[in-house]
């Protein structure tokens, strides 16, 4: 009985889901699915909002080489762990460290790298 | 006894709003004339990150991420974009970015200098704020690559904004959009100008 509730209750829960599931993405939030999808992992999302509350845009975009287009840095696991791009806060010393993949690997499988967010500026400038 | 009684409630409870907002939904969706159609409901800004529709629901990671409202509770308000008015917020000092990754207090070098640049059409004309724009970035972030650092030797359009160009390579995607004009074309024009 308890399990039938409980299966219910998840079947439920999915059919509500689906109507939501239309709701939208943070405004900034970067899908980032270049390499990741290659190598059967969820695609990163990394949340602007969350981070430039904790540093200035040019900490990321200056400081540690981000480039201002979604995939176009060149991140790798491998360049993580030693201490570039994410890896220089994400090292467990500044920011918890890469052992806690989906953290950022969060992203539904099959989403295009890209800007989400909604009032997103177009064209070839946009990656 | 009591248990179960509170079990039965809660579930009603739960049915209940589950099928309210479904119901809510699903008619807002089926009805082709509703009002505001493409428009984002309050209700929907800044969704957590398990219902926001990118984040994979059933992933671990996904339920220990910060909702966006959470951090947002205290800061300024806009009308778009992240709903935060972030010039206001890190002015105010309610958000203090690190401009240094490891020196907590590290200042930044603000640069209180306003550009004004006359459109051509009707609007007003723009006023560029560096004092803003250098709260938060670096000089080299825009020059040379983005804007050259010379008097009318930057063209600029709207068209090339919206490309992804210019202003567009944070406004649009990171910084507030290019919907709120007003922002940014904000010194009137003359009024004996023909």
Not at chain 1, 67 to 81: H, L, N, V, W, Y
Not at chain 2, 32 to 56: T, V, W, Y
Request: charged share 20%.
């Amino acid at each position: 009985m308890k399990r039938f509730l409980k299966s219910k209750r998840l079947a439920l829960l999915v059919l509500v889901a689906l109507p939501i599931m239309v709701a939208w993405a943070e405004y900034g939030d970067v899908v980032i699915n270049v390499r990741a999808k290659g190598e059967g992992m969820a695609p990163v999302i990394f949340p602007h909002w969350f981070h430039r509350v904790r540093f200035q845009c040019s900490v990321c975009h200056v400081d540690i080489g981000f480039k201002t287009r979604a995939g176009g840095s060149g991140i790798t696991m491998d360049k993580i762990s030693q201490g570039q791009f994410c890896g220089a806060c994400h090292n467990g010393e500044i920011a918890w460290s890469v052992e806690n993949c989906d953290f950022c690997h969060s992203g539904m499988p099959g989403l295009e790298t890209g800007i989400e967010g909604g009032h997103k500026t177009a064209g070839p400038g946009y990656y | 006894m009591i248990s179960l009684r509170t079990r039965a409630i809660t579930s009603i409870g739960l049915l209940a709003s589950i099928l309210a907002v479904f119901v809510h939904a699903a008619v807002a969706q089926d009805n082709p004339n509703a009002f505001n159609r493409l428009m984002k409901p309050p209700s929907e800004r800044n969704a957590p990150p398990e219902s926001d529709g990118i984040h994979d629901p059933t992933a671990d990671g996904t339920l220990m991420l910060q909702p966006p409202q959470e951090s947002f509770a205290g800061l300024p308000k806009s009308r778009s974009g992240n709903y935060v008015n972030w010039s206001k917020a890190i002015e105010n000092e309610l958000v203090t970015p690190r401009s240094d990754i490891h020196d907590p207090d590290a200042q930044a070098i603000v640069f209180d200098l306003n550009i004004i640049r006359e459109v051509k059409g009707s609007m007003p004309d723009v006023v560029y704020p560096h004092k803003q724009h250098t709260q938060w970035l670096d000089c080299s972030n825009c020059h040379p690559a983005i804007f050259i650092p010379m008097k009318g030797a930057n063209q600029i359009s709207m068209a090339s904004i919206l490309m992804g160009e210019k202003c567009g390579v944070c406004h649009g995607k990171v910084a507030f959009p290019v919907s709120e004009c007003r922002r940014c074309h904000s010194k009137p024009k003359p009024v004996d100008q023909p």
